[in-house]
């Protein structure tokens, strides 16, 4: 079993995943955008140091890891949706067929599936979790309460970034992550993140 709590690992589970126009996604900060069935859009933006890197430069690097990823594991499993150097600041946008695609590309832990399918695959979901009001604001819930709820969607990723679905987040686990909207959270494994446990089941609440 995967346990979730000790190998960095953060979980969304999400309702009203729609299929989205991800390729139309724009951030300051790195995001991973997960929409239905799978397809994931990331926007990578990093600050390049110009005497090393410039926008040729970079473009034909990316384009060569793509096209050999492409040609060992199918012809559009990764594209370069945009790329672009300003001020110093690279922004890449890409799209990937597969959560599988983005995960071998990247070397990211990267799942979507039901709650079922995500027990089946080995994650225990031992962790504590806080639910996710309209607002954006979060509340107490229990382990027990989320798996009963097993057809739930969940993204469950191991990266330090951004993350955007298209639909609405119910629960979210709370070590390392805050919720930045109804659809959205940032993960910073570096943060101090606590979690309070209130009556029984490990109830709890991020505090920031």
Do not use: P, W
Not at 126 to 142: C, E, M, R
């Amino acid at each position: 079993m995967k346990r979730l709590g000790c190998i960095g690992l953060t979980i969304m589970i999400c309702a009203g995943m729609l299929a989205g126009c991800g390729s139309s996604l724009e951030a300051d900060t790195n995001t991973v955008y997960v929409s239905k069935h799978g397809k994931v859009v990331s926007m990578d933006v990093e600050q390049l140091d110009q005497s090393y890197y410039d926008e040729t430069e970079l473009k034909e690097f990316v384009d060569s890891a793509v096209d050999e990823y492409n040609t060992e594991n199918g012809k559009n499993s990764v594209k370069v949706d945009d790329l672009t150097v300003e001020d110093g600041t690279a922004k890449l946008r890409m799209d990937y067929e597969t959560v599988d695609d983005y995960t071998a590309f990247n070397g990211v832990e990267l799942y979507e599936g039901k709650i079922v399918q995500a027990l089946a695959a080995g994650y225990d979901f031992d962790t504590d979790f806080a639910g996710v009001d309209k607002d954006g604001s979060v509340t107490g819930v229990t382990r027990e309460d989320i798996l009963a709820q097993e057809d739930l969607k969940v993204v469950i990723i191991k990266a330090n970034t951004d993350v955007k679905i298209e639909g609405k987040i119910l629960y979210v686990s709370c070590d390392n992550v805050t919720v930045t909207g109804k659809d959205s959270v940032s993960i910073n494994f570096l943060q101090s993140r606590k979690c309070l446990q209130c009556r029984t089941g490990n109830v709890c609440r991020i505090i920031n």
